[in-house]
T-cell receptor
Protein backbone atom coordinates (compact mmCIF):
# COMPACT_ATOMS: atom_id res chain seq x y z
CA UNK A 1 0.00 0.00 0.00
CA UNK A 2 0.88 3.66 -0.22
CA UNK A 3 3.43 4.97 2.26
CA UNK A 4 3.45 8.31 4.01
CA UNK A 5 6.37 9.35 6.17
CA UNK A 6 6.68 12.05 8.79
CA UNK A 7 9.74 13.66 10.21
CA UNK A 8 10.62 13.99 13.00
CA UNK A 9 8.81 11.27 14.90
CA UNK A 10 9.40 13.04 18.20
CA UNK A 11 10.46 16.56 19.04
CA UNK A 12 10.91 18.47 22.26
CA UNK A 13 11.20 22.21 22.06
CA UNK A 14 11.20 25.18 24.39
CA UNK A 15 8.31 27.58 24.72
CA UNK A 16 8.48 30.36 22.17
CA UNK A 17 10.40 28.45 19.52
CA UNK A 18 9.05 27.15 16.21
CA UNK A 19 8.96 23.57 15.05
CA UNK A 20 8.60 22.24 11.51
CA UNK A 21 7.09 18.84 10.76
CA UNK A 22 7.42 17.26 7.32
CA UNK A 23 4.95 14.92 5.66
CA UNK A 24 5.97 13.03 2.54
CA UNK A 25 4.12 10.66 0.25
CA UNK A 26 6.81 8.18 -0.76
CA UNK A 27 5.37 6.28 -3.68
CA UNK A 28 2.47 8.33 -4.95
CA UNK A 29 1.56 11.91 -5.69
CA UNK A 30 -0.78 13.83 -3.46
CA UNK A 31 -2.31 17.16 -4.45
CA UNK A 32 -4.09 17.16 -1.13
CA UNK A 33 -2.70 16.39 2.30
CA UNK A 34 -4.44 16.76 5.64
CA UNK A 35 -3.08 17.67 9.03
CA UNK A 36 -4.62 16.33 12.26
CA UNK A 37 -3.86 16.56 15.93
CA UNK A 38 -4.75 14.00 18.51
CA UNK A 39 -4.86 14.30 22.29
CA UNK A 40 -4.44 11.21 24.49
CA UNK A 41 -7.38 8.82 24.21
CA UNK A 42 -9.18 11.24 21.92
CA UNK A 43 -9.99 11.10 18.27
CA UNK A 44 -8.13 12.78 15.44
CA UNK A 45 -9.21 16.35 14.84
CA UNK A 46 -8.72 17.77 11.39
CA UNK A 47 -6.73 21.01 11.53
CA UNK A 48 -6.28 21.94 7.90
CA UNK A 49 -6.26 20.79 4.32
CA UNK A 50 -3.01 21.35 2.48
CA UNK A 51 -3.30 21.95 -1.24
CA UNK A 52 -0.31 21.74 -3.55
CA UNK A 53 0.45 25.11 -5.07
CA UNK A 54 -2.20 27.03 -3.16
CA UNK A 55 -3.08 28.18 0.31
CA UNK A 56 -4.14 25.74 2.95
CA UNK A 57 -7.70 25.78 4.23
CA UNK A 58 -8.09 25.70 7.98
CA UNK A 59 -10.84 24.25 10.09
CA UNK A 60 -12.81 26.49 12.37
CA UNK A 61 -10.89 27.43 15.49
CA UNK A 62 -7.44 26.66 14.07
CA UNK A 63 -5.16 29.69 13.89
CA UNK A 64 -3.53 29.89 10.48
CA UNK A 65 -0.77 32.17 11.74
CA UNK A 66 0.02 29.70 14.47
CA UNK A 67 0.08 26.61 12.30
CA UNK A 68 1.76 27.46 9.01
CA UNK A 69 1.29 24.98 6.20
CA UNK A 70 3.30 24.79 3.01
CA UNK A 71 2.63 22.28 0.24
CA UNK A 72 5.41 22.99 -2.19
CA UNK A 73 5.35 19.79 -4.19
CA UNK A 74 3.13 16.81 -4.95
CA UNK A 75 4.94 14.74 -2.34
CA UNK A 76 5.72 17.14 0.49
CA UNK A 77 3.71 19.21 2.93
CA UNK A 78 5.11 20.91 6.01
CA UNK A 79 3.44 22.10 9.19
CA UNK A 80 5.25 24.72 11.25
CA UNK A 81 4.06 25.34 14.78
CA UNK A 82 5.13 28.92 15.45
CA UNK A 83 5.92 30.30 18.89
CA UNK A 84 5.03 26.99 20.46
CA UNK A 85 3.51 26.82 23.93
CA UNK A 86 2.95 23.86 26.25
CA UNK A 87 -0.70 23.65 25.17
CA UNK A 88 0.52 22.90 21.64
CA UNK A 89 1.98 19.64 22.91
CA UNK A 90 0.15 16.91 21.05
CA UNK A 91 0.41 14.13 18.51
CA UNK A 92 0.35 15.56 14.99
CA UNK A 93 -0.55 13.27 12.11
CA UNK A 94 -0.69 13.95 8.40
CA UNK A 95 -2.47 12.05 5.68
CA UNK A 96 -2.24 12.12 1.92
CA UNK A 97 -4.88 11.33 -0.62
CA UNK A 98 -3.84 9.06 -3.46
CA UNK A 99 -4.89 10.70 -6.73
CA UNK A 100 -5.26 7.36 -8.43
CA UNK A 101 -7.58 5.97 -5.76
CA UNK A 102 -11.17 5.71 -6.84
CA UNK A 103 -12.62 6.78 -3.55
CA UNK A 104 -10.04 9.14 -2.24
CA UNK A 105 -8.31 6.66 0.03
CA UNK A 106 -6.17 8.46 2.56
CA UNK A 107 -2.94 7.12 3.93
CA UNK A 108 -1.61 8.31 7.23
CA UNK A 109 1.88 9.07 8.40
CA UNK A 110 3.22 7.55 11.63
CA UNK A 111 2.70 10.80 13.53
CA UNK A 112 4.94 13.31 15.30
CA UNK A 113 4.90 13.66 19.06
CA UNK A 114 5.51 17.30 19.98
CA UNK A 115 6.36 18.24 23.54
CA UNK A 116 6.75 21.91 24.39
CA UNK A 117 8.51 22.60 27.67
CA UNK B 1 -24.89 19.15 15.57
CA UNK B 2 -22.87 16.49 13.81
CA UNK B 3 -21.83 13.51 15.87
CA UNK B 4 -20.02 10.23 15.34
CA UNK B 5 -20.33 7.78 18.21
CA UNK B 6 -18.53 4.48 18.60
CA UNK B 7 -20.39 2.19 20.93
CA UNK B 8 -17.88 1.74 23.65
CA UNK B 9 -14.50 3.01 24.60
CA UNK B 10 -13.15 -0.46 25.31
CA UNK B 11 -14.01 -4.03 24.36
CA UNK B 12 -12.37 -7.08 25.93
CA UNK B 13 -12.88 -10.45 24.27
CA UNK B 14 -11.50 -13.96 24.36
CA UNK B 15 -9.26 -15.15 21.54
CA UNK B 16 -11.24 -16.88 18.83
CA UNK B 17 -14.45 -14.93 19.46
CA UNK B 18 -15.94 -12.28 17.21
CA UNK B 19 -15.58 -8.64 18.16
CA UNK B 20 -18.39 -6.36 17.00
CA UNK B 21 -17.90 -2.61 17.03
CA UNK B 22 -20.59 -0.04 16.31
CA UNK B 23 -20.36 3.37 14.71
CA UNK B 24 -23.43 5.63 14.73
CA UNK B 25 -23.64 9.06 13.18
CA UNK B 26 -26.06 11.97 13.13
CA UNK B 27 -26.43 14.94 10.80
CA UNK B 28 -24.00 13.59 8.23
CA UNK B 29 -24.58 12.46 4.67
CA UNK B 30 -21.38 10.55 4.06
CA UNK B 31 -20.34 9.48 0.59
CA UNK B 32 -18.65 6.54 2.24
CA UNK B 33 -17.31 5.27 5.50
CA UNK B 34 -13.90 3.93 6.41
CA UNK B 35 -12.50 1.89 9.27
CA UNK B 36 -8.95 2.34 10.54
CA UNK B 37 -6.74 0.59 13.05
CA UNK B 38 -4.51 2.65 15.32
CA UNK B 39 -1.80 1.25 17.57
CA UNK B 40 -0.46 3.33 20.49
CA UNK B 41 1.81 6.17 19.33
CA UNK B 42 1.21 5.40 15.66
CA UNK B 43 -0.86 6.86 12.85
CA UNK B 44 -4.07 5.15 11.72
CA UNK B 45 -3.85 2.33 9.20
CA UNK B 46 -6.60 2.01 6.60
CA UNK B 47 -8.58 -1.23 6.81
CA UNK B 48 -11.82 -1.05 4.85
CA UNK B 49 -13.97 1.36 2.91
CA UNK B 50 -17.67 0.94 2.27
CA UNK B 51 -19.78 3.12 0.00
CA UNK B 52 -23.28 4.37 0.75
CA UNK B 53 -24.78 1.98 -1.81
CA UNK B 54 -22.99 -1.06 -0.40
CA UNK B 55 -24.43 -3.14 2.39
CA UNK B 56 -21.43 -5.25 3.30
CA UNK B 57 -17.69 -5.51 2.66
CA UNK B 58 -15.26 -8.21 3.69
CA UNK B 59 -11.51 -8.45 3.89
CA UNK B 60 -9.99 -11.60 5.35
CA UNK B 61 -11.35 -11.81 8.94
CA UNK B 62 -12.90 -8.35 8.82
CA UNK B 63 -16.45 -7.52 7.85
CA UNK B 64 -18.13 -4.13 7.65
CA UNK B 65 -21.80 -3.32 7.17
CA UNK B 66 -23.31 0.05 6.38
CA UNK B 67 -26.95 0.95 6.97
CA UNK B 68 -27.67 4.50 5.79
CA UNK B 69 -31.25 4.28 7.09
CA UNK B 70 -30.11 3.49 10.61
CA UNK B 71 -27.04 5.72 10.11
CA UNK B 72 -24.90 2.95 11.46
CA UNK B 73 -21.89 0.83 10.53
CA UNK B 74 -20.90 -2.41 12.21
CA UNK B 75 -17.32 -3.68 12.16
CA UNK B 76 -16.66 -7.34 12.91
CA UNK B 77 -13.38 -9.09 13.63
CA UNK B 78 -13.94 -12.82 13.41
CA UNK B 79 -11.70 -15.48 14.96
CA UNK B 80 -9.99 -12.71 16.89
CA UNK B 81 -6.32 -12.97 17.83
CA UNK B 82 -4.21 -11.13 20.42
CA UNK B 83 -2.52 -9.33 17.50
CA UNK B 84 -5.88 -7.71 16.73
CA UNK B 85 -5.64 -5.72 19.97
CA UNK B 86 -5.67 -2.04 18.97
CA UNK B 87 -7.94 0.96 18.75
CA UNK B 88 -10.38 0.91 15.84
CA UNK B 89 -11.65 4.17 14.40
CA UNK B 90 -14.55 4.77 12.09
CA UNK B 91 -14.39 7.77 9.80
CA UNK B 92 -17.02 9.39 7.63
CA UNK B 93 -15.98 10.83 4.32
CA UNK B 94 -17.81 13.82 2.91
CA UNK B 95 -17.75 15.03 -0.65
CA UNK B 96 -14.62 17.12 -0.16
CA UNK B 97 -12.72 14.01 0.99
CA UNK B 98 -12.43 15.27 4.54
CA UNK B 99 -12.48 12.60 7.21
CA UNK B 100 -14.44 12.98 10.43
CA UNK B 101 -13.42 10.42 13.03
CA UNK B 102 -15.18 8.77 15.90
CA UNK B 103 -13.36 8.56 19.22
CA UNK B 104 -12.44 4.91 18.67
CA UNK B 105 -12.98 1.62 20.44
CA UNK B 106 -9.99 -0.06 22.06
CA UNK B 107 -10.16 -3.81 21.57
CA UNK B 108 -8.19 -6.17 23.80
CA UNK B 109 -8.10 -9.83 22.80
CA UNK B 110 -7.15 -12.18 25.65
CA UNK B 111 -5.23 -15.34 24.84
Amino acid sequence: GAVVSQHPSRVICKSGTSVKIECRSLDFQATTMFWYRQFPKKSLMLMATSNEGSKATYEQGVEKDKFLINHASLTLSTLTVTSAHPEDSSFYICSARDLTGTSGEQYFGPGTRLTVT
Amino acid sequence: SQKIEQNSEALNIQEGKTATLTCNYTNYSPAYLQWYRQDPGRGPVFLLLIRENEKEKRKERLKVTFDTTLKQSLFHITASQPADSATYLCALVTNDYKLSFGAGTTVTVRA
